[in-house]
């Protein structure tokens, strides 16, 4: 991955086909507005996460999301973004929220973990968008399969706790299901799905992590302090698009089948067609 430059003004984007993510480039990191700030510093931290997701991708690679194909060759910030069923808005901004709409307008909109201390968008040239920071980044990967946010932890002194703020709608309950978490709807039924967490050091090895629940915040917990980790730590949830949920609930599988099948990277080859046709909101 090699992060590119791209002005704020941005064309439509329309879904085509899953895009895996392809090898990196040794060019240097530009950003979308660097006239605040050192370019040259943002260009190496950009760079750092662009490799720390690379590294990832190299070790298991059914842990990064494919792109959708267009992201690859467009703007994907400040934009809605078509995704089939639905679609996702990502801000320049870190501290604005980022959208995730469903196909009866239902709206999910999460803010980044310590948004405060994070650069503006960097796109990469395969379409993920990080935000970067000192101490640890954030990476969002638009998919069919919906919203894939990452936590690139840079160091021991980085924070254990990476909390996503959600607006949820007045009576939705925000609650902790089989490693994952899910938002309920009043009426009962399941509006969004988080897949299970997952967290990666540099060598790959499991990272211990979970979430926790307050209210309307979903806080990953990343124990990541200790003599043998290596760094930097790469940790994410997945926002599973609610088209794709409910498409996937009505091929017979149940919300805890659909976490744990996307924690394990097993959705798309185990079901095959059927669950393209979700994803594609066909």
Known sequence: MKPRRF???????TMLVLAMVVPPSAQPASTLKSDQRSVAGANSTADAAAAALENVEAIEPR?????INEAADKP????????????VELPIDPGDALHLTGWSD??????????????????????????????????????TAGLQLLTIVNGANSPTRCSYELSLEPGQVL??????????????STAFVVSQAWARDANGAHVPTSYDVSENVLTQVVTHIGSDVAYPVVADPIFIAPWVFRCLLGLGLNGPQIVAAFASGTIWGGLGRAALACALGK
Do not use: F, W
Request: proline fraction near 4%.
């Open 175 to 188: 609650e902790l299901v089989d490693g994952g978490a899910q938002v309920i709807d009043p009426d009962g």
């Open 63 to 67: 842990l990064i999301l494919s792109t």
């Open 106 to 143: 239902e709206t999910l909109s999460i803010h980044l973990p310590y948004a405060r201390h994070a650069e503006e968008a960097v796109q990469l040239d395969e379409g993920a968008i990080v935000y970067t920071g000192a101490q640890s980044s954030n990476a969002a990967v638009i998919s």
């Open 76 to 87: 994907v910030v400040g934009v809605q973004v078509d995704t089939g069923a639905g679609a």
């Open 7 to 13: 002005s704020q003004s941005a064309l439509p984007i």
